[in-house]
């Protein structure tokens, strides 16, 4: 019996589909890359834009003549859309299984007990293999839910208040995935460094992360920059295993609009973030979250997050058209016209895509270590993808010459052959001393 999952959304989503994706090879079902040979089809939804959400339902919609197709087919549908709608998608869509929201992912195993009618025997289930992922770069959930309230944000109604892992279940799910292969690992959150546990705070955990064995690379998303304390900069540069790379979300220029999004900082306290930061890890990478066309938004407000990029010039980012969520603050908020969002929201790219198409040309000629994902695909301790020419197999870290730098990609040649771990990180210091 195999399954079949479509994830939308954010990384969380991602998490969330691996982890039901466990207890489903756990049940003795094996994943395929291909819906026709499938008879569970999965979709994970996301409800943070509209767009997202509508794009899910349309492709539920079209799996109504998937389960025709085979008998005992089933269709489940989770995430964050299914915890907001759960009752319209049942009207809506009759023929759907099981309908999990996002704050039951954690309880999908004996959820979708009922849903597998197979009559396995004990004899059945010593043949299931425990599940491995086989992946490089793995997730790790260390909090569900959120405690902020923007105005604009559905994720607190849908994932519900915070919740922390143990740092026990943590260092226990980084190991599993260790041991399946992962060799970065990326921990996951809304406002991921809030964490907290007994008298552990997120810095303490980056490190305890760092110890586990054959952990290479830590990544974190997001981070909120109310928690990007000195300690959490100070340590991300001192534990070697965390990437030059930092992805803090500002949403908006403005402190108009900063305070009506209800983001407990300012424009001034963002921008010092992020000067500590170069200050400690002047070779990072720094990308970000913008919102554009929120309610009442003037052409001034707009005018200063174009600023703020200019001021920060981020390496790349993410811009997103304002989309009201039903039950958020902003939503009763008289909307802008669209053709204004979308008049920003096409200014506000092209000046980001600006800076970044100046940042990866600037890549070109330096080196760079790349842990090989794919046949000749990799990423940069900064996280930039890049194409390797010359043989070289996933799992490896090769030194790599840059060599161009296309829209979104960089390309490179392994220049010394595969270096140790451990050597490359001194070599690094090394040449940081010296450009320094
Ligand atoms: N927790 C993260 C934080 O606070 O930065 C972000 C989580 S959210 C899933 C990812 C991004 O979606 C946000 O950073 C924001 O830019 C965007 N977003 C959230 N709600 C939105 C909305 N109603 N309209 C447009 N973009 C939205
Ligand atoms: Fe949404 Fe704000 Fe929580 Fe991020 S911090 S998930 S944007 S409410």
Not at 58 to 83: M, N, Q
Not at 143 to 152: E, K, P, Q, V
Not at 266 to 293: C, H, N
């Amino acid at each position: 019996m195999k399954f079949y999952m479509r994830t939308y959304g954010c990384q969380m989503n991602v998490a969330d589909s691996n982890e039901m994706g466990r207890h489903l090879k756990a049940k003795g079902l094996v994943e395929t890359e291909n819906p026709d040979e499938a008879s569970v089809f999965l979709v994970n939804t996301c409800t943070v834009r509209q767009h997202a959400e509508d794009r899910a339902f349309s492709e539920i919609g079209r799996l109504r003549r998937w389960k025709a197709r085979g008998p005992g087919r089933k269709v489940v549908v989770t995430g964050c859309a299914a915890e907001r709608t759960k009752e319209y998608l049942e009207d809506r869509f009759p023929f759907l299984d099981l309908v999990v929201g996002a704050k039951s992912i954690e309880d999908f195993g004996r959820i979708a007990e009922g849903l597998l009618d197979r009559r396995e025997t004990d004899e059945d289930l010593d043949y299931v293999v425990p599940a491995v992922d086989h992946k490089l770069a793995a997730f790790v959930t260390i909090m569900r839910g959120c405690n902020y309230s923007c105005t604009y944000c559905i994720v607190p109604s849908v994932r519900g208040r915070e919740i922390y892992h143990s740092v026990e279940q943590i260092l226990s799910d980084t190991r599993a995935r260790a041991a399946e292969g992962a060799r970065e690992i990326t921990l996951l959150g809304q406002t991921v460094n809030s964490y907290r546990y007994g008298t552990a705070r997120f810095a303490d955990l980056l490190k305890a992360v760092a110890e586990v064995e054959d952990v290479k690379r830590i990544r974190f998303m997001s981070p909120h920059p109310y928690y990007m304390s000195d300690r959490v900069i100070e340590t991300m540069a001192a534990v070697p295993e965390v990437c030059e790379s930092l992805h803090l979300p500002v949403q908006s220029g403005s402190n108009t609009i900063l305070k009506q999004m209800m983001r407990n900082y300012t424009r001034e306290q963002y921008v010092s973030i992020i000067e500590k930061f170069r200050e400690v890890m002047p070779d990072a990478t720094l990308s970000t979250d913008i919102i554009v066309g929120f309610p009442g938004e003037t052409d001034r407000d707009f005018r200063e997050t174009l600023t703020l990029i200019e001021q920060t010039q981020f390496d790349w980012g993410f811009i997103f058209k304002y989309s009201p969520r039903e039950g958020t603050p902003a939503a009763s908020l008289e909307s802008l016209p669209q053709e204004l969002v979308e008049e920003r929201h096409q200014e506000c790219l092209a000046l980001i895509d600006r800076f970044a198409q100046e940042k990866r040309s600037k890549m070109v000629g330096t080196m760079q270590d790349v842990l090989v994902e794919a046949d000749n695909i990799g990423r940069t301790r900064t996280n930039y993808r890049v194409y390797i020419t010359g043989t070289v197999a996933p799992g490896e870290e090769v030194r790599v010459r840059i060599t161009s730098a296309q829209r979104a990609t960089l390309e490179g040649v392994i220049e010394d052959g595969n270096i140790d771990f451990e050597n490359f990180r001194e070599e690094d210091k090394s040449a940081c001393a010296n450009r320094g």
